[in-house]
C-alpha cells in the first residue's frame, strides 16, 4: 500500500491534503540521497497517483521555479566532481546537502525571490521548478443508500411517465410496465 492511500484512509472527508515532492530527475544529486528521496517526479505522474489514490486534485504547480537553472547547473557540477573525486581508498567523498548556513544578504535575497514567485502563483501555476506543490482534498462521502436512492429518482426522472389512472394490478415486479400484452419485458433495477 502507497503512502498517498494510506493517508487516504487517515484524512476525514472533506479534509486537505498539502504535499511537495521534488521535480525532474534531472535535479538528482546527493542532496536526494541524504533526504531518502526515491524519485523525482513530473506534475502529470504525480496528479495521476493522487487521483488513483482516492483525492481530488485542487491545485498542482511546480514551484521554486527561480531557482530551477541555478539548482540544475550546480547539482551537474557538484555530481561530476563527486564522480571524479575520491580519497584515497577510491570510495566517493560523503554526501553534502545543498543546504547550508547562508549569510543573511543571501538567504534575504533568497526569501524576498521565494516571495515574489509565491506572488505569482496566485495568478497561475508554474511551468517547471525545482519542487511540485499538490493541495487535494479527500471527497465528501455519501451513503451508500443516499446514493441508490438518487440513481432510482435519476432514472426515474427520465423514464416515460404513466398516464394518472394506469391499472398496475397485476404487473409483476421485475416486467417492464408497457409491454405489449402477454409478453414481458427487460426486468427493471427498480
Same mark, same amino acid.
Given at each position: ?103 543573511? /544578504?543571501?538567504?534575504?535575497? =533568497?526569501? !524576498?525571490?521565494?516571495?515574489? @514567485? %509565491?506572488?505569482?502563483?496566485? &495568478? ?38 404513466? /398516464?394518472?389512472?394506469?391499472? =398496475?394490478? !397485476?404487473?409483476?415486479?421485475? @416486467? %417492464?410496465?408497457?409491454?405489449? &400484452? ?9
Amino acid at each position: 500500500m502507497g503512502i498517498l492511500t494510506s493517508l487516504f484512509r487517515v484524512i476525514k472527508p472533506g479534509g486537505h491534503l498539502i504535499i511537495t515532492v521534488p521535480a525532474f530527475d534531472a535535479l538528482w544529486s546527493e542532496h536526494d540521497e541524504i533526504n531518502h528521496h526515491k524519485r523525482r517526479y513530473r506534475a502529470p505522474h504525480l496528479r495521476m497517483l493522487i487521483q488513483e489514490a482516492g483525492f481530488d486534485v485542487e491545485r498542482l504547480t511546480y514551484c521554486n521555479t527561480a531557482l530551477y537553472f541555478p539548482v540544475l547547473v550546480t547539482r551537474k557540477l557538484k555530481n561530476a566532481w563527486r564522480a571524479l573525486s575520491r580519497n584515497s581508498m577510491g570510495t566517493p567523498r560523503p554526501l553534502k546537502s545543498d543546504l547550508d548556513d547562508y549569510p543573511a /544578504p543571501i538567504n534575504d535575497a =533568497l526569501y !524576498g525571490l521565494m516571495r515574489a @514567485e %509565491t506572488r505569482l502563483m496566485d &495568478s497561475f501555476n508554474m511551468p517547471f521548478g525545482v519542487s511540485i506543490l499538490a493541495v487535494a482534498t479527500r471527497p465528501l462521502e455519501t451513503e451508500p443508500a443516499v446514493e441508490i436512492a438518487a440513481s432510482i429518482f435519476d432514472r426515474m426522472d427520465h423514464s416515460p411517465r404513466l /398516464p394518472k389512472d394506469a391499472d =398496475l394490478a !397485476g404487473v409483476v415486479v421485475g @416486467e %417492464t410496465v408497457g409491454a405489449e &400484452s402477454g409478453t414481458r419485458g427487460e426486468p427493471s433495477l427498480v
